[in-house]
Every structure is written in structure tokens, then in C-alpha cells.
């Protein structure tokens, strides 16, 4: 038997749209990916996004997860209109509080000799499970429970006998019409009966996922396609209780640059760790978006690719969401938060770059906020992420320790060097701190340097005032640092080399 297959639609209307993660462990790049999308279908088409935990595994649900997921949806500004914390019509949306919805639909499954008590031991089940595979079928449930008289159902629950819940499952072609992947075909005979509770306050993902999608009145199911053979199991869910299933629509593959799947394996998988890595969450939900979408082509014409949320909510259609596994490109990454680093507000970006400042020079810094932002402005051109800010800007807040012989430049003598330096100190001492900015001290000391010779100053004095061959040229430094701080370097250099 066929089912009436539905046409695809290539319209959303209404959507009503979730995600139901399971607080399992931490919140993954791959959630963050399906977060995105499901808020992107309620912006773009006026709907309303949902958020639900899942935490009916008892034993690998955690509360420190379920922090970390809504700490990095806020994080991520992918903010839900209904759900955890904020509440809505439809709640409790956590569904370790909704036993007893699930009890009432169990109970009237099993009262409709739609679903039943199965009493099979594992060994019986595992010695079944052999038997099929050696007779080359595919491994199944036999239905032995299917029809235990009313009587030996009771008596077995008297004795408390343990058992699970299955669903009967109809023989017959399931047909999913995914908004991405088109129609895909099931044969529910290689699903046999399955395990929808294993108690009647104990359910399990397949049954309370469809339950609480049914009671939240999810119209679009969105989700990684690691869930499509799911699909089929909920959908004969929906059709024992005579519901009308969502539009299903699973989301491609997020995979690693060979083209394997991306696992935990890869790294930094953790939304935690991509931001401790200093990624910035309009980068990361710019980056994500390209992971299974585009931007409409132009012949020819080059398209920008760093887009903010409000940008990509007026370009997003769901129709140019691919089929194809989308590739994981950190380099990608990359670059992205490069272009973040170097365009946003310098109010924005040192209030994301202060934490990694004060995590390595303490609170103290934060007294001259003026100062920090100048130490940011310095760099943001030369860093990909902001965890590489406290290291190449560490001279700003510590008074550089080098060794001697790195003020040298080639092979000039010492008694060039500390004429250089001594010169440079001079001039500086009688200067108005007013001129102290990289155009002024360029303007001053340059027709000199060309007398004395480029390198012969300008390599001493970048390393008296950093410390270091590669950090950003002495002007610059110079202004943030002022005058005095200056001084005091270009003096400190001066006495390593009189000692
Ligand atoms: N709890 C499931 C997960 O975390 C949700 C799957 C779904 O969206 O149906 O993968």
C-alpha cells in the first residue's frame, strides 16, 4: 500500500518551528547550524521558533548542558519566541515535565491495540536478533508480544516482570516529502515493531518527540540529516494517533574537509570552545549559514559574503538550502572573523576582547578603557581571533623583557646603538605630549632617520618599546603608549646596554 503522497509546496506559510535538543553534552556547532536555520524560517516567513529540551535520558542529561545550550543560543543572539525560559502556550518545554502528557497518549496507544507490552528478555531478543541475521535478514523485532492475552499482560505487570512499550507498525511504504531531499521511500518492514517507551513515564525519543510536535502545533520539522531515518518511525507515530505529521525538512550533512563525517573527532566541536578560541558569534553565524546555503548567483558579479543576521534574513530563502554534504572549512572560519575583527564597532569588539585581556592581565587594565581600546584598534587588523590578542599585544600591558643583542640591527656597533637611542630619548623628553600621535612622531623623527639610517633607529626603538622583532611598528606603539611610558622604555633599553 501507498501513501497519498503530498506535493511539495515551494512556499512556508505559518511556520511553526523548533529545536529539540538533548542536553547530552555540550552545545555543538552542528545545533547551532539547525538553531540558525529554524530562526531563520520564523524571521523570514513570520513564524514563531521554539525551544524545547529533550532530557528524557535520565542518565546522560546534565542541567550544566542545558545551561550551556541557552547561554550560547543568547550568545549567538538567536533568540526563541517560545520555550524554556520564556515560556509560551504549549509548555512545559521541558520534557522531564511531561510525563504525564506522555502517560495519557501511551496509555491511549496501548487501550487502542495500537501499541503494546513487550516482556522479551534480552537474551531472547539478542538470540532472535542472531537467528535473523544468519538466515540473512535484517534484524527485527518478531512480534512475539504482538498478541499476549489481556490476562497474561496483567499477570505480568502484577509481578512486575520488566518490560517495554512497542508500536505495531504497519507493513507498508512510508513516503517522506522533504522540503530538501524531495520524496524518500521507506519499507516499515525492515522497521518492525520498535521501542517507543520503556515504561510508561519513560518514553522514548521517537514517541515524545511526536507528541510534544504535535502539541506545540510544529507545522516544519527542521533537523540534521542524521535524523531522516527517524523520520519514517515518527510519521507512523503521527498516523496511530490519526494526526497530521509537519513538513519534514532535514538539513545536509555537516561534513570535515575529506568529505568524512564531522564527528567530535574533528576538534572543536563545542560552541564553548570556538568561543574560548575567540570567534565572534556574528562570524560564526555567518560562517554557519554558508554550511548548506547560498546566495542567489550574479553572472559574474562578485557577491559579499560577510553578512550580519539582519542582512541574512532578508536574503535567506529556504528554497536555495542544498542536498549536498556542506564542507567544514575552519580556514573559512577564518577569515570571517577576520573581516568581523577588522569591521565591527570598537565598542563591540572590546567588549567581546576585554575578557581575554583580563583572563591574562587582570581586572586591573580595565581603569583606562580608552587605553584598551587603542591596544585593540592597534591589532585588529593583524589577528584572526581574539585569542590571539593577549599575546601579541602582552607588550602593551608588560614591561618587555629581551635579551640585549635583539636591538641590533645587522651590524651596527654599540656605540651606534645607544647614540640612536639617546638621540631618540632627547628629542622625545622636550616634545609637547600633544604630538605624541603617529602622524606627529613620523613627521619628527623621520628626517633624521633617513641621516642615520632606517633600520639603525627604527629597529632599536620597535624593540625598546616591544620587546619584539613582529609587533606593530614603533609609531603606532608610541601613540598608545604615550610619552612617558615611551621614555621610560627607550631609558630601560639604554641601561641593558651601559650594563
Ligand atoms: N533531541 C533531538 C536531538 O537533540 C532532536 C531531534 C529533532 O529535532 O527531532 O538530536
Redesign the pocket.
Known amino acids: 500500500m501507498s501513501e497519498k503522497i503530498k506535493t511539495i509546496s515551494k512556499e512556508i506559510k505559518n511556520p511553526r518551528v523548533?529545536?529539540?535538543?538533548?542536553p547530552?553534552g555540550y552545545f555543538h556547532i552542528g545545533?547551532a547550524r539547525?538553531a540558525l536555520f529554524n530562526y531563520l524560517v520564523a524571521r523570514k516567513y513570520n513564524g514563531k521558533f521554539i525551544l524545547r529540551i529533550?532530557d528524557t535520558d535520565k542518565e546522560r542529561s546534565k542541567k550544566e548542558y542545558e545551561e550551556d545550550i541557552l547561554e550560547n543560543l543568547k550568545w549567538l543572539k538567536l533568540f526563541w519566541d517560545e520555550g524554556i525560559e520564556v515560556d509560551g502556550p504549549y509548555g512545559p518545554y521541558r520534557q522531564s515535565e511531561r510525563l504525564d502528557i506522555y502517560e495519557k497518549y501511551l496509555k491511549e496507544l496501548i487501550n487502542k491495540g495500537l501499541a503494546y507490552y513487550c516482556f522479551c528478555t534480552v537474551e531472547e531478543l539478542e538470540y532472535k536478533r542472531q537467528e535473523m541475521m544468519s538466515r540473512g535478514e535484517a534484524p527485527r523485532y518478531d512480534g512475539h508480544c504482538r498478541n499476549l492475552s489481556q490476562e497474561e499482560i496483567e499477570e505480568k505487570l502484577k509481578n512486575k516482570t520488566p518490560y517495554v512499550i512497542r508500536l505495531k507498525m504497519p507493513e507498508k511504504e512510508i513516503i517522506i516529502s522533504d522540503l530538501i531531499r524531495g520524496k524518500v521511500k521507506f519499507n516499515t518492514k525492515l522497521i518492525g515493531d520498535f521501542i517507543i517507551a520503556k515504561g510508561l513515564r519513560n518514553p522514548l525519543?521517537n514517541f515524545s518527540?511526536v507528541v510534544d510536535?504535535y502539541e506545540m502545533h510544529i507545522n516544519y520539522?527542521?533537523?540534521?540529516e542524521?535524523?531522516l531515518p527517524?523520520t519514517p518511525r515518527?510519521i507512523a507515530i503521527y498516523e496511530a494517533f490519526g494526526w497530521e505529521p509537519p513538513i519534514f525538512a532535514h538539513l545536509p550533512l555537516i561534513l570535515n574537509p575529506d568529505r568524512s563525517k564531522m564527528s567530535k573527532r574533528f576538534g572543536d566541536v563545542a560552541m564553548k570552545d570556538f568561543r574560548k578560541k575567540g570567534y565572534l558569534p556574528e562570524a560564526i553565524i555567518n560562517f554557519l549559514v554558508f554550511l548548506g546555503w547560498h546566495l542567489p548567483e550574479k553572472n559574474g558579479e562578485t557577491i559579499n559574503e560577510i553578512l550580519t543576521l539582519d542582512e541574512i534574513i532578508e536574503q535567506f530563502d529556504f528554497f536555495r538550502i542544498q542536498k549536498a554534504g556542506a564542507i567544514f572549512n575552519i580556514d573559512k572560519l577564518d577569515w570571517i572573523n577576520a573581516e568581523y575583527i577588522e569591521r565591527l564597532p570598537i565598542d563591540e569588539l572590546t567588549s567581546y576582547a576585554v575578557p581575554f585581556l583580563t583572563e591574562k592581565f587582570g581586572e586591573n587594565i580595565l581603569t583606562d578603557i580608552e587605553f584598551i581600546k587603542k591596544i585593540i584598534e592597534t591589532h585588529r587588523q593583524r589577528i584572526k581571533t581574539l585569542a590571539e590578542l593577549p599575546e601579541i599585544a602582552s607588550y602593551f600591558f608588560i614591561l618587555p623583557d629581551y635579551d640585549v643583542s635583539l636591538l641590533y640591527w645587522q651590524n651596527m656597533t654599540k656605540d651606534e646603538l645607544i647614540s640612536n637611542l639617546d638621540f631618540i630619548y632627547k628629542l622625545f623628553l622636550n616634545l609637547d605630549n600633544k604630538l605624541f600621535t603617529k602622524q606627529q612622531l613620523e613627521a619628527i623623527i623621520m628626517p633624521e632617520v633617513e641621516k642615520r639610517g632606517r633600520g639603525n633607529v627604527l629597529w632599536p626603538l620597535r624593540v625598546a618599546l616591544s620587546g619584539s622583532k613582529n609587533s606593530a611598528g614603533p609609531f603606532e606603539i608610541m601613540e598608545v603608549l604615550g610619552k612617558s611610558e615611551t621614555l621610560k622604555r627607550i631609558a630601560n633599553a639604554l641601561n641593558k646596554l651601559n650594563n
Open positions: 523548533r529545536i529539540a535538543p538533548s547530552t545545533t539547525t529533550e525519543y518527540v510536535d520539522v527542521i533537523r540534521g542524521e535524523h527517524n515518527q
